[in-house]
């Protein structure tokens, strides 16, 4: 398994942890893609993942970059219109820093 696909499982499976529900993984548009796609009670919130083994070097969230952002909000107004839903759309970035023993997540909502 990859590094992003990793990256994705164990996201996911912090999502479920905090009680969220995931509706769909990899949604693909001719924009880019989401990673993850969940809800909670009052928001569908739209996830992009980034993941780094822990010896890496390299900023996780400097890799959204403002054209990362506008291709991924067209992304979500595709799948708004192919999927309606009455809750606030929410957009998150999850920082997964994989070590041997532990991983480390950084939740950061409402990224842009």
């Known amino acids: 398994m990859n590094i992003g696909k990793q990256g994705e499982e164990i996201a996911?499976?912090?999502l479920l942890?905090?009680?969220f529900n995931i509706i769909t993984q990899n949604y693909h548009s001719r924009y880019g893609e989401i990673d993850i796609v969940c809800e909670d009670k009052?928001?569908?919130?739209?996830?992009e993942v980034k993941s780094k083994f822990y010896l890496s070097y390299s900023n996780l969230s400097g890799r959204v970059?403002?054209?990362k952002q506008q291709k991924f909000l067209k992304t979500v107004k595709?799948?708004?219109s192919e999927n309606i839903s009455d809750k606030q759309p929410r957009i998150d970035v999850i920082e997964v820093i994989i070590f041997e023993n532990k991983n480390k997540i950084n939740h950061i909502e409402n990224a842009f």
């Open 65 to 67: 970059d403002f054209i």
């Open 78 to 80: 595709i799948y708004l």
């Open 12 to 14: 996911k499976n912090y």
């Open 17 to 19: 942890s905090k009680k």
């Open 42 to 47: 009052n928001y569908i919130v739209f996830v």
